[in-house]
């Protein structure tokens, strides 16, 4: 093969990587029309509020459902429901569903591409690194501890819940800043803000700030669905690091970090055969003494 045609090769979307963008972009679009359904006049517009159908609401109205018998205002049992289809996602394949699924992750890679082609990227070639300046990367030390916000802010969600009015999100949600089109001048703020730290920062939101992703973070450690890299293979040329949209430092050694969001963008940007694969991981029976 020639340098040119291998350039043309990897230019090419890959089907793992196109399946997940269509999936991505089916669960913008459902939202958007959830959102929509639910500004419209008539009938469309009744049965349940937008809150109702978010798995995050689940976790916000678990401690008043258990301790005072009632959901908060805005969700009902429907967002128990979603939680635990999220969560019987999460017990097989880890954060998958952030990065196959959660509308707001798919916006955030898309905007991370806009800002690739705004900031200097001509075009993108899989497994190189962009020459473009942005999104670019929070330096390694405040990256680190700023991962950490996501978990504080989850035991602070959690700890408000317990006397609650509303789901303590509700007033600052970017997912009804975006897709709610019930807007006031706080979910302006948060809109605004989540789409300019989104083209600064890919998957800022995710990285920083989500409490759901930390919620499913755990999953990570014990799913059994899981990347698998073969140290004998790999030559560690650090290809897969660059398309990682969490930016996990040795992303082909890392899989099972509890910010990997099962994304697979390391397995298709592998160029070495069978070097990364996905794998079940079989609980195996002791043997008979
Ligand atoms: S971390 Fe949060 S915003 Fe990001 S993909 Fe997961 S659930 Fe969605
Ligand atoms: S380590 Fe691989 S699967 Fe995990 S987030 Fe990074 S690219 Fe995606
Ligand atoms: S897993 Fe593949 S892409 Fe990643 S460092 Fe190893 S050889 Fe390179």
Redesign the pocket.
């Known amino acids: 093969m020639t340098a040119r045609t291998k350039t043309k090769a990897q230019k090419k979307p890959t089907p793992l990587m196109t399946i997940r963008h269509r999936i991505q972009a089916f669960a913008v679009l459902a939202t958007f029309l959830l959102g929509l359904r639910h500004v419209l006049p008539g009938k469309a517009s009744t049965g349940g509020s937008f809150d109702a159908f978010c798995p995050f609401g689940g976790i916000e109205t678990l401690l008043p459902y258990l301790f005072r018998g009632e959901t908060l205002k805005t969700t009902n049992l429907l967002n128990f429901a979603i939680l635990f289809g999220v969560l019987g996602v999460s017990l097989v394949a880890g ?1 998958a569903f952030c ?1 196959w699924l959660c509308p707001l992750g798919a916006l955030q890679e898309k905007l991370a591409r806009l800002a690739r082609k705004l900031s200097g990227e001509k075009r993108h070639i899989r497994g190189k690194k962009s020459a473009a300046r942005f999104p670019m990367r929070l330096p390694k030390r405040v990256d680190k501890w700023a991962r950490y916000i996501k978990y504080l802010l989850l035991g602070i969600i959690l700890w408000v819940s317990v006397t609650a009015v509303y789901p303590p999100l509700h007033f600052l949600c970017p997912v009804r800043a975006v897709f709610s089109f019930q807007m006031t001048g706080l979910l302006w703020s948060v809109l605004i803000t989540f789409v300019v730290t989104s083209l600064l920062v890919e998957r800022f939101w995710c990285k920083y700030l989500c409490p759901l992703g930390a919620a499913l973070a755990i999953f990570n450690k014990i799913a059994p669905l899981r ?1 698998r890299v073969d140290d004998h293979k790999c030559v560690d040329c650090g290809r ?2 660059v ?6 430092a040795d ?2 050694a ?2 099972r ?1 509890l ?9 298709e ?1 592998c160029a070495l055969k069978d070097t ?1 694969t996905l794998e079940m991981i079989t609980i195996q029976a002791p043997h008979d003494a």
């Open positions: 954060r990065g990347l897969c690091d398309e990682c949209p969490m930016d996990i992303a082909h890392n899989s970090d910010e990997c969001i099962q994304c697979l963008e390391c397995l940007t990364v």
